[in-house]
């Protein structure tokens, strides 16, 4: 295992990057989708519905499936990726992965905040709309703000989820921890069990990161 | 104190019978429930209105149409001569000129207190960040509260908080201010506090209108006062004969139960 | 082609009859030697060898590939794989007295990951599935054989200009995820890839995402059989894979044992004939019998 310290890093690395890029648009995207699910428009709130119900059950396997084997078919494919920083190469299964666990992650990132939308009184809506802020103005100056807050621990469990499964990706062509892992495990079969702690306490430790982090905002924003 | 909006439509320089705020032939229903029947009523500028009635009586309701964060089903509402928007930014901007007060306050809980006072000046009005602070501060120190605004709402009593929430309302520099019940949810030695800040605004010549049960302020600072019963305006009288002779057994019923206590 | 429309058809979720209907066609073009059970089990076995039990019992469990056409494949409507390990596999079960062809041999899939966990837990007595001799590996479990040589190749698109393994450095070649062709090609120069099947890298490869996949040459003359006229492997072997039979560390008796089975196929040419039938009509051309290592 410590002759092969570079592997673990590396596909570590994979799964940090994909983690964090993902982490990013399934935010934006739940957000824009939670937006669409409290607003006023009638056809926007029937459209995040249908989504947000159809992506989350849909298994990730599945969605991760389609976008390698049936999207390209419909000439949807992410071919023209071609970044290459250092040694990492993040290519067409590094993207198809992005729109996967993005896709699927911003509909648990959504039903999160709603959670929290919900948990706003509704006077600090009416207060807003009050003083004559328009409902973008309500949304993003009281209630979004107040509603991240509260969904803090719904969101952070979506997040750590899905950097959890972004080990789905090892079987779809990119190189991240569990892909590295089980190259490992076949070079070195007498080993598999250190390999597997290894790995196993890499994950812990991301997660571990990601969950201080979301404690540390709601201590923060518990004071506010 | 610099001249003030509000100062430059005192009583003596109003236009007096002006109406501001107009509602005429308004019905609401819940379902089944008729909250509002019917509701004839015109406010003059510079009118402070006490609305009273026994709860479940429609005043809120009706307070609450004013700015349209209840609709109504039939009538008209008019506020300084033009129809209540539908929807859209002409509502936001209507809703802009009306200044609201709450039972229970309403504070932004995740902005200080002059974030509070401050947020619709910026954001609707345009003003300058500093020129809406500066006015903010001058606002939190006329209603007593000046020394808190870099607090949070949480960390202040329901006093101050409601009289945070007024200079929040007044800071729009707002036509008309609708009071819905703002010291039914305060201890009763804060009362006191919030509602001399509401007389004081009344005698700077406010439009005001309020729904409460603070028969004293009636007394002291209300022009008029309109009597609601089931969803009606059972009566409507200066306070003087409201208090001494109501005409409909309703309102003596009311009052007889109110000043008992 | 078929290959495609199939996969096309199930993972769209759609159309799932058709799938199983494309996928059971492509497995069933031919079906393996009828190899008869041997009748002379008594006494044949050393008393407690795990042969002796396995023969006694009447019953075995074999672990086997399913993606790989010609060496192990199982369509989605086949009862039973076949390919050439499947037919190795049946001459060592007929030496144990069970019929091949019956019901008391449970067919186990078993897949690059759990081949030692299978043979080590004894859920599997014997795996025959593209299994690598290494050093390794004999570590954890028995390996017999080879039965088998074969080396690292490369199947590339049939108008693709790649000749050998010297035009993949630098870029994107599939292989399955965990599987030792996916180590030598990065050690070969090229990023490795790793897909869940060798149908998935070949699916990727027909839709131009990466330029070539690799594994062992016996798989991708199957591949590219299936995909006639699509796909083609090319340039010399880069690797030597001597697939063997894997057994319990448990029981070492079962090495002798094994290589005298294959010592006998080799002499009387059902091995050859074996390979003949399911790797022949890939194209590959039957080889002589491989050496067989000594028994440690």
């Known amino acids: 295992m410590l002759d092969n310290l570079d592997e673990f890093f590396k596909g570590f690395g994979y799964t940090l990057f994909l983690f964090l890029v993902c982490a990013v648009a399934s935010m934006a995207l739940g957000i824009l989708l939670v937006a669409m699910r409290v607003g006023p428009i009638a056809v926007l709130r029937s459209l995040a519905t249908v989504y947000v119900s159809v992506v989350r059950n849909t298994p990730l396997v599945l969605i991760f499936i389609f976008f390698h084997f049936a999207a390209p078919i419909i000439g949807i494919n992410f071919k023209w990726v071609q970044v290459h920083v250092g040694s990492f190469d993040f290519t067409s299964a590094f993207a198809t992965a ?68 972004t080990s789905v990706a090892a079987i779809f062509f990119l190189a991240e921890a569990t892909a590295a892992m089980r190259g490992l495990t076949n070079d070195y079969s007498s080993q598999r069990i250190g390999i597997f702690l290894c790995f196993a306490i890499g994950y812990i430790v991301l997660v571990e990161i990601v969950s201080m982090i979301s404690l540390s905002l709601e201590r923060r924003w518990r004071v506010a | 104190m610099t001249a003030t909006p509000e100062a430059a439509v005192a009583p003596g320089s109003a236009r007096p019978g002006e109406p501001l705020v107009e ?99 910026i954001k609707v009005r345009r003003t300058p960040k500093a020129q809406a602070e500066a006015r903010a501060q001058e606002l939190l120190d006329r209603v007593g509260v000046g020394q808190q605004a870099a607090k949070y709402p949480a960390q202040l009593s329901g006093g101050q908080q409601q009289r945070v929430a007024i200079a929040r309302a007044l800071a729009m520099e707002p036509k008309v201010m609708l009071f819905d019940e703002p010291t039914s949810a305060l201890d009763p030695e804060m009362i006191k506090e919030v509602l001399d800040v509401m007389v004081d605004l009344a005698e700077r010549g406010m439009t005001m209108i309020v729904v409460t049960h603070e028969m004293g302020f009636a007394r002291t600072a209300a022009n008029r006062v309109v009597f609601m019963a089931d969803g009606r305006i059972v009566e409507e009288s200066d306070p003087e004969t409201f208090f001494t002779q109501p005409e409909s057994d309703r309102a003596r019923d009311f009052l007889g139960k109110i000043l008992k206590h | 082609m078929r290959l495609r429309s199939a996969l096309a058809a199930t993972t769209a979720g759609i159309a799932i009859a058709a799938g199983l209907a494309a996928c059971g066609d492509a497995g069933s073009d031919d079906e393996g030697r009828d190899v008869d059970a041997k009748s002379d089990c008594d006494g044949k076995f050393a008393e407690g060898s795990r042969m002796a039990e396995l023969a006694d019992a009447g019953t075995i469990n074999v672990g086997h590939k399913t993606d790989q056409p010609g060496v192990g494949f199982q369509g989605a409507t086949d009862d039973v794989p076949k390919g050439f390990d499947i037919e190795i596999a049946k001459l060592l079960i007929a030496d144990l007295c069970i019929d091949p062809a019956s019901d008391k041999v449970n067919w186990e899939e078993t897949i690059s990951d759990n081949r030692e966990p299978y043979l080590e837990s004894g859920k599997v007595d014997v795996v025959l599935a593209s299994y690598s001799i290494t050093d390794d590996r004999q570590k954890v479990v028995g390996q017999a054989g080879p039965y088998m040589v074969t080396g690292q190749q490369l199947l590339v698109k049939s108008d693709s200009k790649i000749a050998g393994v010297d035009d993949v450095k630098g870029k994107e070649v599939c292989s399955v995820t965990g599987s030792t062709s996916l180590e030598t090609i990065k050690a070969k120069g090229a990023k490795g890839v790793g897909a869940d099947s060798y149908s998935e890298c070949a699916e990727k490869v027909l839709d131009g995402t990466y330029e070539a996949m690799t594994t062992d040459g016996t798989i991708l003359a199957g591949l590219a059989a299936q995909n006639e006229g699509e796909l083609k492997v090319v340039g010399d072997q880069f690797s030597t894979e001597n697939i063997g039979v894997g057994y319990g560390k448990d029981h070492p008796e079962m090495c002798e044992w094994i290589d005298g089975v294959l010592e006998d196929a080799f002499a009387d040419g059902s091995w050859a004939e074996a390979f003949k039938l399911t790797l022949g009509p890939s194209g590959v051309q039957t080889p002589e019998p491989p050496t067989l290592q000594p028994c440690k």
């Not at chain 1, 999160?112 to 309500?138: C, D, W």
């Not at chain 2, 032939?25 to 006490?50: A, C």
């Not at chain 2, 149409?65 to 089903?73: A, C, P, Q």
Request: charged content about 15%.
């Open chain 1, 98 to 165: 992005f729109v996967a666990l993005s896709l699927y992650t911003a509909c648990f990132v959504c039903e999160g905040l709603r959670s929290g939308v919900n948990a706003v009184p509704m006077g600090q809506a009416e207060a807003a709309r009050a003083i004559g802020l328009p409902f973008g103005g309500v949304m993003t100056q009281v209630v979004l703000p107040q509603a991240i807050r509260a969904s803090v621990p719904p969101v952070a469990s979506a997040l750590i989820a899905m950097l959890k499964n």
């Open chain 2, 23 to 121: 509602l005429h032939g308004v019905q609401k229903w819940y379902g089944d429930l008729h909250v509002l029947q019917d509701i004839e009523l015109t406010v003059g500028r510079g009118e402070v209105v006490v609305v009273i009635g026994p709860s479940g009586s429609g005043k809120s309701t009706l307070c609450r149409t004013i700015n349209r964060l209840e609709t109504v089903d039939q009538g008209d509402i008019k506020v300084d001569g033009k129809p209540l928007p539908q929807e859209g930014k002409a509502l936001a901007a209507h809703r802009a000129d009306v200044g609201m007060v709450f039972q229970s306050f309403n504070l932004f809980a995740h902005k200080t207190i002059l974030e509070n006072v401050t947020l619709g000046p």
